[in-house]
Structures are given as C-alpha cells and as structure tokens.
C-alpha cells in the first residue's frame, strides 16, 4: 500500500511517499521517497509513485518472495484482504449475517453443481433460506444443499488442525442422507474420475498420501501465503481423491477453511466455469504450481472484489 507520510521536524513538516513492501511471510519494509517541505498535489503523487517504483526495482525487492504467487497477484491478494477488513469494521451485524447467508446459499449451489447436483440457485435459496422443498427435486439435491450448509457451518467454528478426523467430518456432512455407501470414511477400494486421466493412487496407498499431506501442511503453513497453502491442499485433495464421492466438494470446502483460518474471504468456483476449473486442477497434476495458483486466482477474483468492498486504489 502506497500512501503520504509526513514527518515532523522541529517545526517543518516535511512529506514522504512511502510503500510498505512485504519482504516474508510476516516481515515489511518501509520504502520512502522525499517529495519536499510542501503537501503534495495528486500529480505530484503519481511522479513519485513512478520513481518509488524505480527504487524498489534498483534494491532487487521486486521479485516474489513467495513460492508461487507473483509479486501482482500477492499485492492484489493483499489489497482485497485489507479492503476486506476496513469493510468488515464499518458494516453492521446484521448485515454482515446477511451477506454471509448469500454466500452460503452460492457457495452451495455452485459446489454441488459442479458435481452434478440439478437444484438452481433459486432452488438452492429457497431450501437454505426459506426452509421450503420445491417440487419435483430428488431427495439426494435436497440433502446436498442441506449439507452444504452444516458444513460451513461447522467449519466457522472448528478450531482442530488439519487431520483425517477433520476430512472424515467434513466429507461425512456433505455426502449424508444421499447416495454414498461409505460417507465420511477414508475409502478402502479403488476408484476413477469419469471423464479425467487423472488415475487416483490405489486404495492401500491413500493414507500414506494423507499422512505425506498434514506434513506438508505442517510444515508451510507459517512460510507460504494462506492463498498458496489453501490452493496447494485444494490440489493436493483431489489429486489423493480419499472418499467414496465428494471429494471435490470437501477439496474446496477445506481450502475455504484455511482461507478464513488466516482471515481471508470464502470464495466458490463458479459453476459456469467448471471446464475451465477442471483445467485449472490439470495445471496442478501436471506439477505446474504457478501457473495453478495464479489461475485459480484468476477463477474467483472477481467475485472476492464484488464482496461488498472495493479493491484499495494507490
């Protein structure tokens, strides 16, 4: 974030543009410009703006320091999550409440469609909101939605880490009163993803996959940015593809997880971007993390901006 500083002296004031540049993962530092003894004009600003920029670059700080996100990405990232608190702190309860139902209801229309399930947004609201069954829907859909729900739900207030006790949970909301035989556990078979070349590891290889994952997590949890690792796992999930069915859902509902862990909004993938998701998950199988981060980034910036807060301007 660039803004003017003004720096007292004696009984001068003199005036500075100055940009806090994130160095690590909890580390700043303070560029300043001298811009002189007089307050600035908005074109004086933008002159400056210009030649910070420039100082950065000469003092080597304008690469990434992050190991997947580009140094855009991650100041776009950082300027949603600021603009999102300062919104947080001027809005009421109630509407907060408000917005967070509306999400709710997205969230899992979306999260279901993707997978398959028929019920329209309208559909969905209707069952969240209003507690009302309509017609002709299949007691599955219904169920789905339901579950999408608790599963927010519970994730707002789990405080555990990151475990099979946790994926089980999830897995076990989200899949309940539906089809699946073996909800919320670890599966001991074999399976294939239709219409994917992905081929999942083989049932008695998927716990050693799990345990390799909550190590990794462990272990980048405190250097990468939260976007980074909740990405990361979101892959890393589906790739394992642990459950009967609903893995997709719980990979996205575990990424949000750890998104709200590190105080960063929710987000879904839109349903009207499926394909271009499904390629997204490619880019990860393939190993090509950076290109996967950024276009994951890139399926749901819109929809972090239009939160009800605007992006923050230099």
Known sequence: ???????????????????????????????????????PTKSDIKKFV??????????????????????????TLQDLKESYEDWLKQTSESLRRKLYDDFVIRFTYNTNAIEGNRLTLRQTALILKDKVIPSGIRASDYHEAINGKECLEFLKSYKGGLNDKLLEKVNGVLTKNTDVVHSGRIRFFDVKIEGSTHIPPKHDEVRKHLLNMYKWYSANKNSLHPFELATMIHAKLTWIHPFEDGNGRTARAIMNWILINNDYPMFFIPF????????????ADKSDYKNYVAKMLQLIIEQIRSYGHKEKKE
Do not use: Q
Not at 21 to 38: A, Q, S
Not at 51 to 73: A, P, Q, W
């Open 50 to 75: 210009e030649e910070i920029d420039r100082k950065i670059e000469s003092e080597g700080l304008k690469k990434s320091n992050y190991s997947f996100l580009s140094v855009k990405d991650a100041k």
């Open 1 to 39: 974030m660039t803004y003017v500083e003004t720096i007292k002296k004696g009984k001068k004031e003199y005036y500075y543009l100055t940009k806090n540049l994130r160095i690590g993962i909890n580390k700043w530092k303070k560029i300043r410009v001298y811009i002189g003894d007089k307050k």
């Open 272 to 283: 009207e971007k499926r394909e271009e998701y499904y390629l997204v998950l490619e880019e």
